[in-house]
Nanobody
Framework: QVQLVESGGGLVQAGGSLRLSCVAS????????MGWFRQAPGKEREFVGA????????YSNDSIKGRFTISRDRAKDTVYLQMNNLKPEDTAAYYC???????????????????WGQGTQVTVSS
């Protein structure tokens, strides 16, 4: 059974930091683009960031540029989302996703990701 398992969420004060991790099991995604999305209460899920299979290219939502960094450790089949200078508006459930295609680059479209984690909650207090 293919699984993506996120961890690292929690409650943090504004200005604080968290690092989310996403570990794959059941199959490897070392050759696949990976992405992070988030969904706040009452809102649609939105793109946060993505990383190419090699890690050479990253893509991010304008709202998090300069604050969040996406990276991966292919040997561990793990993707990370380092979140700094967190704001209350970053409060959401964060989801890791894997694109099953072998390609350069990474997509920003939710529909291009075929495997999803269960999500991890990030709450930022003001």
């Amino acid at each position: 059974q293919v699984q993506l398992v996120e961890s690292g969420g929690g409650l943090v004060q504004a200005g604080g930091s968290l690092r989310l991790s996403c570990v794959a099991s059941g199959r490897t995604f070392r050759r696949n683009p990976m992405g992070w999305f988030r969904q706040a209460p009452g809102k649609e899920r939105e793109f946060v960031g993505a990383i190419s299979w090699s890690g050479a290219s990253t893509y991010s939502n304008d709202s998090i540029k300069g604050r969040f960094t996406i990276s991966r450790d292919r040997a561990k089949d793990t993707v990370y989302l380092q979140m700094n200078n967190l704001k209350p508006e970053d409060t959401a459930a964060y989801y890791c996703a894997a694109d099953s295609r072998y390609m350069e680059g990474a997509s920003r479209r939710e529909s291009d990701y075929h495997y999803w984690g269960q999500g991890t909650q990030v709450t930022v207090s003001s």
